[in-house]
């Protein structure tokens, strides 16, 4: 199977052609694809299928093989391996996922490279139900919950996919890997969720820490990043409607329109190609 890997963010990625590369079982393949020491390594595995209500569709599995609805930082790979592989010949298209249409727009340099890729994520949705959360309330903002006799005060929405963020003052506070994983399956998430770690350092800016739900820690979250910049002014954090979200792995940019309308952008690099042996 004829692959390329990439990286968005610190968020890694393998992207393959779904209409030349076949699975009988994709969850599996993934696992196997995505395994570090057994596999080539990945956060998740990503391929393109034909489709009939958006230029190109994108199937998106994370490491553990379950498949994920969306994925910020593996779209903005995603569409730069269908450019490149010239799939796709247009520098504005549209991207079928489980999570809705996606609207990519593309930053070409002078030599006709990639700079900056910029994705509409559509409009946030605050309401409980729809992350969903358990928590019997409207919005869930600013909650707590005690983890292993910690309290913890979280605020959790849907950006294509469930997440939850908790704003630090000091990151040395929190277990990012226990706290992380031990609320992505808390009980009062019955489809698990995403969790953010953040820390607002300037009127723009926040540092954010990620734990992903079916991929453990990773370097970066472009859904995440979303979710906390528009947390972030929900809650009066943050009053500028453009933030800079500063991942372990690298630097977004989120932009917040009329009704919490969102836009991400960012940079995505092809790190290698080859083959995988099945």
Known sequence: MKFSKMQAA?????????????????????????????????????????????????????????????????????????????????KEFSVETDAGIKHIKLDIDTSGNIEYLKVDMERIDFRGKSVPCTIEKENILEEEIFIKDKKVVFSSVLMGVPHTTIFVENFDEYDVNEIGSLMEKNDIFPEKTNVNFAKITADDTIMIKTWERGAGRTLGCGTGCCATAALAHKLGKIKKDKIKLLAEGGELFIEIGEDYRITMSGKADTICYGEFLK
């Not at 391929?47 to 379950?66: L, P, Q, V």
């Open 10 to 90: 610190g968020n890694d990625f393998i992207l393959m052609n779904g209409m030349i590369e076949k699975s009988s079982n994709w969850n599996e393949t993934a696992k196997k694809i995505c395994d570090r020491h057994f596999g080539i390594g990945a956060d998740g595995l990503m391929f393109c299928e034909r489709s009939s209500k958006a230029d190109i569709k994108m199937d998106y599995y994370n490491s553990d093989g379950s498949r994920g609805e969306m994925c910020g930082n593996g779209i903005r790979c995603f569409a730069k391996f269908v450019y490149d592989s010239k799939i796709v010949e247009k």
